[in-house]
């Protein structure tokens, strides 16, 4: 007997793969579907209202919002005590970001070029590890650790070097009684929690750079510095301007770390949760959010100018 | 004539002392100024390892390496004037062209005008003018080949180092590109050592070689040492379509019992001889047919011209050879 050129259907799965076959968009179609309901409808249409929100104001004596279009709401960022808070939020973000990049680098660099095997393992589990316990709880181990009776207050004094905690708490817009109530622990624990979103996509980045440019690029006369600058920061740009957007968004919408570590300045998530919250300021609470938004955006038009996207 | 490349007893091992790999094992060589030299072997021969110890992307574990009279044991790559083309060509896919072909420049901190000016003089000399604008993965591979070509020649090296250079390509390709190399080794007079796999590559292209086995050089010499002479089973295996005869083969062929090489377009076939057995391959070559006949046990291959009357597939056939082309190689 001859076998048949044609098999036998087997049952649902071979009818599904042969109409998948047949018409190829349909398995796309299915599988886009939820996740561009859930990004379309639940994000993009709260993040509409959130935009409409911020152009409407609120009558100062009844505290009803009016729903007329103004730019009132927004004027009223410039005041000097929201537009500190904007400052204090961008300056904390930034500097955060800086940190986190500085600190990232090395650990990526050594994952991406050295690592191998149980070293690659243990890399991506001391990253991750961090993320498995509770936000909360590693802010709470924070404030005991920065408390001037904590591990880094009694280090110092045991080693003799309190004076450089008191050196830096005495610097001005830097004060507190301890390091947990001073913006330096705020700055600490943001660096902290926000790390491995920046290690990362690092890592990632620098892994597609092949050994042979670099080694191409010292071939060629260059020293490691040079080497640096022309070929993995360009290289790596993407992955650093991606973790960069993490650390500095994060930073940018928290409420929780600058109320529970520093000298309780408001930052913008704070003054959203508040004016949403206890004031019923929602227009300001929206205005408030559309900053780190159109900072963000106009972060990305920079990077893209300055080439960041050009090597993806 | 001077010794542009010179190696002492050199090893490069790696992993623990007491159970090292040995990469390199006691290589000596020596490679004159302005040849083209080819470094031939299997694929973890060390012939690449070699290469890297010139270029400084290895460091020896023993012995000398001197470039031009020059102890290099101390000096990083970037301060050795000699330049690679790598096997993945490992051009910068954020620079275009231009500035990728004028890098060596920029890093010694040469202005602009001046290194752009000078790179298009590199990129006219590889037929690529005209290409400054694009971007790497815009070109083909024939043409990113070029372009590390043009980009390890603007620093004017005094030894260029190609590793695999053309082991990307397509044959015809490649066919044009080592016609173009050996041309441009030839213009500029330039030392060229060349890392390939491919006999044929570097029987054509060297003027001197060295056959990489297991860590250590089996034989150096010119193109036609190599491929006549062969100093040792592995070389005639490696290198050509010699055939190799085991001591008694070679004894019933009336010479002495050692190892031989023996030529196909030297063998002959023969109606009756000391040894004969049947035809197990034909093998349609254009110019001529090769014929491969079980000798007693040993495979033998033989070049019938074309035009010759050439046996069936299981025929019984001797052999017939001119004494002389026979080449003895030792009895171990």
Known sequence: MTASAI?????????????????????????????????????????????????????????????????????????????????????????????????????????????????????????????????????????????????????????????????LLSIPGLEGSSLSTSPIGTFMVFVYIWLPYMILPMQAALERVPNSMLEASADLGATRAQTFRTVVLPLALPGVIAGSIFTFSLTLGDYIIPQIIGNSANFIGMAVYQLQGTAGNIPLAAAFAVVPIGIMLVYLALARRMGAFDAL | MTTAVEFLNVSRHFGPASAPVRAVDGVDLSIAEGSFFAMLGPSGSGKTTCLRLISGFEKPTGGTIRIFGEDVSNTPPHLRNVNTVFQDYALFPHMNVRDNVAYGLMVKGIGRAQRHAKAEEMLALVHLDSHGDRKPGQLSGGQRQRVALARALVNEPRVLLLDEPLGALDLKLREAMQDELKALQKRLGLTFVFVTHDQHEAL??????????????????????????????????????????????????????????????????????????????????????????????????????????VPAEGATTAIAFDKDALHLMGST
């Open chain 2, 204 to 309: 054509s292209m060297a003027d001197s070689l060295a056959v990489f086995n297991e860590g250590k050089i089996a034989q150096i010499g010119s193109p036609q040492d190599i491929y006549d002479r062969p100093a040792t089973r592995f070389v005639a295996d490696f290198v050509g379509s010699s055939n190799v005869l085991p001591p008694a083969l070679t004894k019933v062929l009336g010479g002495p019992a050692e190892w031989a090489s023996l030529r196909p377009e030297a063998t002959r076939l023969a109606a009756t001889g000391p040894a004969s057995g049947p035809v197990t391959a034909l093998r349609y070559l254009g110019s001529g047919t090769r014929v491969v006949i079980d000798l007693q046990g040993t495979e033998v291959a033989a070049l019938v011209p074309a035009g010759q009357p």
């Open chain 1, 7 to 167: 098999l036998p259907e087997r049952g649902l799965a071979d009818r599904l793969t042969a109409v998948f076959w047949r018409r190829p968009r349909l398995l796309l179609a299915l599988l886009l579907t939820p996740p561009l309901l859930w990004l379309g409808v639940v994000y993009l249409g709260s993040l509409a209202a959130l935009l409409l929100q911020s152009f409407y104001s609120i009558d100062e004596f009844s505290g009803v919002v009016k729903e007329e279009f103004t730019l009132k709401t927004y004027g009223e960022l410039f005041r000097p005590s929201n537009f500190d808070i904007l400052v204090r939020t961008v300056t904390m973000a930034a500097l955060v970001t800086l940190a986190c990049a500085v600190l990232a680098f090395p650990i990526a660099y050594f994952a991406a070029r050295y690592a191998k095997g149980h070293w690659k393992a243990a890399f991506y589990l001391g990253v991750m590890l961090p993320l498995w316990s509770s936000y909360l709880v590693k802010v709470y181990a924070w404030k005991l650790i920065l408390a001037k009776e904590g591990i880094i207050g009694w280090a110092a004094e045991q080693t003799h070097t309190s004076w450089i905690i008191s050196g």
